[in-house]
């Protein structure tokens, strides 16, 4: 498993937690799930936060099996498998959560566009932040990426690449 773990982490719904910065701001993550070779295959629960020291954690995203097809129901019984985010803040959380709350993704190159200032996506102030990426998988593993990146008000990029259940993560902020 990989974890690169470092600072504090930004969670949290709705507008509570970072400081708002005037201006758009468009946020394209790229999180991509790679195709394992097992025997019993499922695909992973994922949740996607933000931190910045001294601010309160910010979940983005969190995939899983919320439809209620599975045999236990919402599915909400796995999400502590994502032991740091849920650590975080996950168990903190309301579920399903709007703006947050995704089905499960087959392996692939996921994109998500988030806006500052709408659902969950807060605008930014500049500073340090960190992007992490926590997958957690039925009969598999779990794996944490952190993806380190100084927002100035204008742009910034950065990328990270995990080594099992989770592959490149690529993180650009523009306003």
């Known amino acids: 498993m990989h974890y ?18 005037a201006g758009a701001q468009t946020l394209d993550l790229n999180v991509t ?6 025997a019993e295959y499922h695909r992973p629960y994922v949740a996607i936060w933000l931190e910045k020291e001294g ?9 899983y099996d919320f439809d209620g097809r599975s045999a236990e129901g919402s599915g909400t019984k796995w ?4 032991r740091q985010w849920w650590r975080t803040v996950g168990r903190g959380m ?3 959560a709007d703006g947050v709350t995704g089905a499960t993704k087959p392996a692939g190159s996921h994109k998500i566009t988030l806006v500052g200032g709408k659902g969950a996506m807060p605008n930014l102030t500049p500073g340090k932040y960190k992007l992490m990426v926590e997958a957690a998988r039925e009969v598999g593993g779990r794996e944490v990426v952190a993806v380190e990146f100084d927002w100035n008000g204008r742009t910034a990029t950065a990328s990270g690449k995990g080594t099992s259940e989770l592959g490149a993560v690529t993180v650009s902020l523009k306003r």
């Not at 690169?4 to 910065?21: E, N, Q």
């Not at 601010?55 to 995939?63: D, G, I, S, Y």
């Not at 999400?79 to 994502?82: E, G, K, S």
Request: proline letters at 10%; charged letters at 10%.
């Open 79 to 82: 999400l502590r498998d994502m």
């Open 33 to 38: 799930i790679p195709q394992l070779k097992v």
């Open 55 to 63: 601010a309160t954690p910010r979940t983005l995203q969190v995939w």
């Open 94 to 96: 309301t579920f399903p």
């Open 4 to 21: 690169r773990i470092t600072g504090l982490t930004l969670v949290a719904i709705g507008s509570v937690g970072l400081p708002t910065a």
